[in-house]
C-alpha cells in the first residue's frame, strides 16, 4: 500500500504564495509520474501540473509562468511552488503518482491519490 499526504495550504491573498507539498509513503520500488490536480467548489478536478521521475514537467494553461511543480525522489515527495495567487485558484488540491511498490517478491504499479489540502485565496 501507498499513502500520500499533502500539506501546505492554507488562506491568502491575492497576488500571495504557497507551497504544497506531497509524501509518499509505503512499500515503493519508485514513483514515476507525480501531479497536481485541483477541484473548485462545483467545478470538475482538472490537472494542474506534472512532472515525471525524470523532472519534465507540464502545466495547466491558467497557472503557467505562476506555479513550479518539483520533486525529491530520494525523499518521495512532490512540490507545487505557488506564487502570484488569484482567487480562480481557490480549490481543494490533490496529489497523484503512479507508484510501483515492491512486496513479497512482486512489483505492482497502483495509482493513488491524496487527500487534499485546501487553498483559499482572498480577493
Known amino acids: 500500500q501507498v499513502q500520500l499526504v499533502e500539506s501546505g495550504g492554507g488562506l491568502v491573498q491575492a497576488g500571495g504564495s504557497l507551497r504544497l507539498s506531497c509524501a509518499a509513503s509505503?512499500?515503493?520500488?519508485?514513483?514515476?509520474?507525480m501531479d497536481w490536480y485541483r477541484q473548485a467548489p462545483g467545478k470538475q478536478r482538472e490537472v494542474v501540473a506534472n512532472i515525471t521521475s525524470g523532472g519534465s514537467t507540464n502545466y495547466a494553461d491558467s497557472v503557467k509562468g505562476r506555479f513550479t511543480i518539483s520533486r525529491d525522489n530520494a525523499k518521495n515527495v512532490a512540490f507545487l511552488q505557488m506564487n502570484s495567487l488569484k482567487p480562480d485558484d481557490t480549490a481543494v488540491y490533490y496529489c497523484?503518482?503512479?507508484?510501483?511498490?515492491?512486496?513479497?517478491?512482486?512489483?505492482?504499479?497502483?495509482?493513488?491519490w491524496g487527500q487534499g489540502t485546501q487553498v483559499t485565496v482572498s480577493s
Open positions: 509505503g512499500n515503493i520500488f519508485k514513483i514515476d509520474a
Open positions: 497523484n503518482a503512479e507508484v510501483v511498490l515492491y512486496g513479497e517478491g512482486i512489483y505492482r504499479r497502483i495509482n493513488s
